[in-house]
């Protein structure tokens, strides 16, 4: 079996899960109802537009961030930057005011994402630190994640474009396994390329793990979010 199905079982029956719940209307945003209450986290799903690519590898951070949109209730809609599309919401159980979220999907293609987040950044004034960017890692098996904070791009040009635009490589990353292409397949046609029939039986654990892993990063911080999934 492969073990991200163990642990995402062995969260939803051991422990008590962390609620997301959406509680902005879709008139506002939070730059304009700022209650300083708790920070805004901005949750970027790495990924190319448009439906050629909805299935391919190097996508995966939009599917885990339509999997957080989906537990928080919402659609994207497009942000009046006009570069990326959002859901805005809290973690954590209604009413708690726990911290604040803005998922975000850009539209530009992986190797020019950076300006869109840095746009994004921006608008809701969010620090290098409090940005998470889900991605495809050659790196890792399919079968494992690991979170952490800052780091190089490893030859991920949507990393490199963040590091780029954002100045600095200091931002969490939600590092989801793909896995090395096997024999001799080149790695671009890899990552651009639909998951297998196996992994596809395994992909709604993978993405419902990386969920998880992001509303324990916002809500609990990176040294717990790493104990709890980090392979």
């Known amino acids: 079996m492969i073990r991200v199905v163990a642990r995402a079982l062995s969260r939803v029956r051991g422990d008590a ?7 902005k209307g879709p008139g506002t945003t939070m730059s304009e109802s700022h209650d300083g209450s708790s920070p805004v986290w901005l949750v ?19 599917l885990v961030a339509d999997e957080l949109a989906s537990r928080l209730g919402a659609r994207f809609r497009a942000h009046k930057t006009g570069r990326a599309d959002v859901v805005e919401g809290r973690v954590g159980a209604p009413g708690t005011g726990g911290p604040r ?8 293609y992986m190797n020019e994402l950076g300006g869109p987040v840095k746009a994004l950044a921006s608008f809701y004034k969010v620090p290098p630190e409090r940005v998470v960017a889900i991605h495809d890692e050659l790196d890792i098996g399919f079968d494992t994640m690991r979170i952490k904070l800052g780091g190089g791009d490893n030859g991920h040009n949507g990393l490199k474009s963040m590091r780029s635009s954002l100045g600095t490589g200091d931002f969490h990353r939600v590092r989801v396994g793909i896995g090395r292409p096997p024999g001799r397949q080149d790695v671009a046609d890899f990552v651009l390329s639909d998951y297998s029939a196996p992994e596809r039986k395994v992909l709604p654990f993978v993405v419902d793990t990386a969920a998880d892993a992001v509303e324990c990063l916002v809500a609990e911080g990176l040294e717990k979010t790493q104990q709890r999934f980090n392979s």
């Not at 970027?44 to 939009?62: D, E, K, W």
């Open 17 to 23: 899960r962390i609620r997301t719940t959406y509680e």
């Open 101 to 108: 979220i803005v998922l975000a999907r850009p539209r530009s």
């Open 44 to 62: 970027v799903g790495l990924g190319n537009p448009g439906p050629t690519y909805a299935g391919h590898r190097h996508n995966i951070g939009y």
